[in-house]
């Protein structure tokens, strides 16, 4: 049973476009959710994150928006680089207990020029 | 920076051999995992630990052990590798305590190959 759902799995953007990729959880314990980024011939990195107590979070050209009631995350990627192509894994955990992060599944992003 | 070492970045072995993936850190992080990513399956979890000698299966244990005798080291370990243990091996860590309590720091990987 895949507890984070990560839509969709590819996806191509033209440089300058706004790159969505979207996520939906079904543990209402959860209450971490980070995006890690991955290039080619790296390990994942931590990109952006957030608490369920806001709705959206953003850092630079990247964005977070929550929803809580839907069970649903999105990171939104605006003016999009060739630079951000990469692999996008959405994420979540619990504060409590041993902090075990349960992955989507990725989405590789193209952006092209 | 935290640091986390795998030690090959490509391995190639063959069925029914058994395998050892290390995995070393250097921020004294009480927690350490281990994950495979395989193309449209993500990161799934093998085997974690949160202190020394200490560990806990993840979603896919089987046919996999760990061994954590030093803080900084974690090893995962193949008994009798099969073709299907074919995947990007990634080692990760982080602290329960601080600021960046859940943030994971993940080596570069080990790309196995099993024959």
């Known amino acids: 049973q895949q507890q984070v759902k990560q839509s969709p799995q590819s996806l191509i953007v033209q440089k300058g476009g706004i790159s969505i990729i979207n996520c939906a959880y079904e543990n209402t314990a959860f209450d971490y959710f980070p995006w890690y980024q991955q290039f080619p011939g790296k390990g994942p990195a931590l990109l952006i994150a957030i608490r369920p107590d806001v709705s959206e979070k953003k850092e630079g050209r990247f964005t977070i928006s929550f929803n809580k009631s839907a069970k649903q995350f999105s990171l939104h990627i605006m003016d999009s680089q060739p630079g951000d192509s990469a692999t996008y894994f959405c994420a979540a955990s619990m504060s409590k207990g041993y902090q075990k992060v349960t992955f989507g599944i990725g989405t590789k992003l193209q952006v092209i020029p | 920076d935290v640091k986390v070492t795998q030690s090959s970045r490509y391995l190639v072995k063959r069925t029914g051999e058994k395998v050892f993936l290390e995995c070393v850190q250097d921020m004294d992080h009480e927690n350490m995992f281990w994950y495979r990513q395989d193309p449209g399956l993500g990161l799934r979890l093998i085997y974690f630990s949160y202190d020394v000698k200490m560990k806990e299966k993840g979603d896919i244990p089987e046919g996999y052990s760990v061994s954590r005798e030093k803080k900084e080291r974690f090893s995962l370990i193949l008994e009798s590798a099969s073709t299907n243990q074919t995947s990007m091996y990634l080692c990760?860590?982080?602290?329960?305590?601080?600021?960046?309590?859940?943030?994971?720091?993940f080596g570069s990987g080990t790309q196995l190959s099993v024959l």
């Open positions: 990760a860590s982080s602290s329960p305590s601080g600021a960046a309590n859940e943030k994971l720091f």
